[in-house]
């Protein structure tokens, strides 16, 4: 479940990628959807992990990561054109 939701939002925020010039305008959605991002990664982490969960577990830290990495850049390349 946790992959599932990490997936959807890395892919939310890829979605932003091409519409940096547009990104002003979701600057207060990126910002949701960062922390929601930064709240899975925290409660993920910590969660016990059986073998055979280690694959969903990486998978999940992995979009995580990327996605709060995406969202940081597009927020911090938006902060100098709005």
Not at 23 to 30: E, N, P, S, T, W
Not at 35 to 50: D, H, K
């Amino acid at each position: 479940m946790f992959l599932a939701v990490a997936l959807v939002l890395f892919f939310f925020s890829l979605s932003l990628l091409p519409a940096v010039e547009l990104y002003c305008q979701f600057i207060r959605v990126a910002i949701t959807l960062l922390i929601l991002q930064i709240v899975l990664l925290g409660i993920r982490i910590p969660v016990r992990r059986e073998p055979a969960t280690n694959a969903l577990w990486i998978g999940t830290i992995v979009f995580a990561v990327l996605g709060i990495v995406f969202n940081a850049v597009l927020l911090i390349s938006a902060h100098g054109k709005c």
